[in-house]
């Protein structure tokens, strides 16, 4: 079972997926493992439910913390390993501001995707330095990607492709989801949110107007403020930055 364990946590990273490892490493039980994935069954050599219960819920914790360490459980000494997907920026819309973002979230470290169905704008030439290019409607192509380590960036001005999104991006595990558009053109999106029926505090974590105001106009200064926003949340300094 132990090397199935790691044949599967070796499938796992290879994927890019997030995943935990628990191990006990010292009182009873010595040797024990759990495999803990989002959504997926925990694989594990204990057959204690309660336990199994307690440790995959401290993994969940830490994996979406990006954190690992040892717990002590049911006078056991656990060693919890993380491994979070890499940071990445999801964005709808291969605009021109995509391609000053993609420039900025690479020189970052973030792995860059990018999203549309429309072939005339997502093209090879425009986004060969960003990591993925997807030709799909956002919908499709978001479900299966969105973890605690991305953020996703939409930035059509479309309803027809910004809303759609949104409805998966906003109800998902991503840390940031930002939607380009003035004060209008949010409180309208707000309004078609509500009527899709996502509830007004899930609403709530959608950063719009999008980025730092800066008072950028031309698209490497959007991007500019956009990546500030990004960087911001993930380091827990978004309220600062606003006053709040």
Known sequence: MRQHIYEILRETLDAEHPVALATVVSGPDIGLQWLVRPDLPVVTTCADESLNHVVTQQAYAMLNRDEQGVQTIA???????????????????????????????????????????????????????????VHAWPDDALNGRLHPNCAVVVLTHDPK????????????????????????????????????????????????????????????????????????????????????
Not at 120 to 128: D, L, Q, S, V
């Open 75 to 133: 006078d056991r000494h656990i060693f919890i390993e993380t491994y979070p997907p890499p940071p990445t920026v999801i964005m709808v819309g291969a605009v021109h501001i995509a391609v000053e973002l993609t420039t900025f979230a690479k020189q970052m470290g973030f792995r860059t995707i990018v999203i549309d169905a429309r072939g005339a704008f997502a093209t090879p030439e425009r986004f060969a330095h960003a990591d993925e290019l």
């Open 161 to 244: 492709l910004d809303d759609p999104a949104l409805l998966v991006a906003l109800p998902s595990a991503a840390r940031y989801v930002g939607a380009l558009g003035s004060k209008k053109t949010h409180a309208a999106r707000v309004e078609r949110l509500r009527e899709a029926g996502i509830p007004d505090d899930t609403i709530a974590r959608l950063h719009a107007p999008i980025g730092i105001p800066i008072g950028g106009r031309t698209p490497v200064e959007i991007a500019l403020s956009i990546m500030a926003e990004i960087v911001a949340v993930r380091n827990g300094k978004r309220g600062q930055l606003r006053g709040a």
